[in-house]
């Protein structure tokens, strides 16, 4: 009376109710039941009833890093894909059927919806037609997928930049009733699998793994996914060699070209090539940067600060080898640049301004020179002295012909004394100019080191910190 009960009670518990029967342990015997048991039910949900949930667990691995567009903000990767769910009350005897696991045709299982919400193109991976099926209703489906996503690149600090690409899996149509998405090994483990099966050693380096479980709430129904955050570090040596320290050469030696004399040497023709070699560096070395229209890389201004600062040395060299030629027809200096630069700028580069002499140098030197304006007449030599002293002593003849040699001499000493005086106000003007220029010269000389030093202390800064991170 008890096994009629005991044989009923068995059929209602899952797993036992659809035991396969194999008439021999041969792959024909288990296919015949197969197709009688399940294939014939692959449009449904391996469920019991409707109000049952699904649960699919998943596993991805990161196996390649094909390439990081910044201009399309995408990422290609190849994703090693394991998918898990149970056919409730599935289950067949390893000795009766002869076996533990069999491949299964994919098309006559039901197979999950579970697609990436970030794909950006068609999938171009491999196809894979078979899925493993185990003696307790679980199907393991494993796949290579081409994965081109979206992603969201920062490439200010580039070429130390770090990126974070997200992959979301979950059932595109199922709801969180039907599909519960369970993850499967945890981030640190993923982590250690993708390294150990990582087979691309470009530009990109794997950083980190992390994996959450969520549910995405929206006014059409609540759907379970699973988030992978894969962390990318680039790799900087290439820029580093290829962008950085050439640059740096270039500016140092625009730096140095500074202790040129601009008086005694052409340091316009030297910053001209120098301006156009960097610039036939850049134009070389396009392709290598990032290009997006999100933001501008750090080092793209880095770039455009040296050619600005090669270009405005350039200006400023042209400025002091005018100034060094034709200061002698310039018109004085306005007070106000004269108090900008000779007094405020002048302290700044350490260059404390001169006091103008007002002495008059008397040559005892008795070379003959006669007292005529056209000669020079900021020397007045011994000479001159004694022989206009002579002629006024010789002449003493009445007072009316000496009254008039004086007045004769008065007006020459009148002459004499308005040449000097434009002589000396030319020379203070050339000497103020000249005196601008080599106060905006050290001060651009100034301004270079202190770029260059912070431009080191950030790429230091930056590289160490993305090491430690």
């Known amino acids: 009376m008890k096994t009629p009960w005991i044989l009923f009670f068995c059929s209602l518990l899952p797993g036992l109710g659809d035991t396969l029967n194999c008439s021999s342990p041969t792959p024909e015997a288990l296919f015949d039941s197969l197709e009688k048991e399940l294939f014939s039910k692959k449009l449904l949900r391996p469920v019991k009833s409707f109000s049952e949930t699904l649960k699919v667990t998943l ?6 890093i094909l390439g990081v567009n910044e201009k399309s903000q995408s990422l290609t990767t190849i994703i090693w894909l394991s998918q898990k769910w149970n056919i409730q009350g599935l289950s067949w005897d390893e000795k009766e059927c002869g076996t533990s696991k069999v491949s299964i045709s994919r098309e006559k299982l039901w197979i999950p919806d579970i697609s990436i919400s970030e ?4 999938d171009k991976s491999p196809k894979t037609f078979y899925v493993h099926l185990n003696n307790h ?11 081109d996503s979206f992603c969201k690149l920062d490439i200010y ?3 130390f930049d770090i990126q974070n690409c997200t992959m979301t899996f979950g059932p595109y149509l199922h709801t969180a009733d039907e599909i519960l998405m369970i993850q499967g090994h945890s981030a640190e483990l993923t982590l250690q699998e993708s390294r150990e099966v990582l087979w691309t050693k470009g530009e990109w380096e794997l950083k980190n793994i ?5 549910i995405l709430e929206i006014p059409h129904g609540n759907y379970s996914e699973i988030k992978y955050y894969f962390i990318l570090r680039r790799r900087p040596i290439l820029y580093v060699v290829n962008l950085l320290l050439p640059s740096c050469f270039l500016i140092t030696l625009d730096l140095f070209s500074f202790l040129l004399p601009p008086a005694t040497t052409d340091r316009s023709a030297f910053k001209m090539t120098l301006i156009l070699g960097y610039t036939v560096f850049l134009l070389i070395m396009n392709d290598l940067l990032p290009v997006t229209g999100h933001g501008t890389p750090l080092l793209n201004v880095f770039f455009s600060i040296s050619l600005a600062l090669m270009v405005a040395s350039l200006l400023e060299t042209i400025f002091i080898t005018n100034i060094q030629f034709r200061s002698d027809n310039y018109v004085p200096v306005p007070h106000w640049l004269s108090v900008l630069v000779l007094r405020y700028l002048a302290a700044i580069v350490c260059l404390p301004r001169k006091r103008r002499s007002t002495r008059l140098t008397v040559s005892l030197s008795p070379e003959p020179k006669v007292l005529y304006p056209e000669l020079n007449p900021s020397i007045i030599s011994s000479k001159d002295l004694h022989s206009v002293c002579s002629n006024i002593q010789s002449e003493q003849i009445n007072p009316d012909a000496s009254m008039e040699e004086l007045r004769k001499l008065s007006k020459g000493v009148a002459v004499i004394r308005q040449h000097l005086d434009r002589h000396f106000e030319g020379t203070r003007t050339s000497r103020e100019w000249q005196m601008i220029g080599i106060i905006i010269d050290r001060l651009l000389f100034g301004l270079y080191i202190i770029f260059i030093t912070i431009s080191f202390l950030i790429v230091v800064i930056i590289w160490v910190t993305n090491n430690i991170k």
């Open 59 to 64: 596993e991805a691995k990161l196996a390649g």
């Open 137 to 147: 209703g679980q199907v393991t489906d494993d796949k290579p997928v081409r994965v």
């Open 210 to 214: 992390q994996v959450t479980a969520s």
């Open 119 to 122: 794909f950006m193109e068609e």
């Open 157 to 159: 600090t580039f070429p």
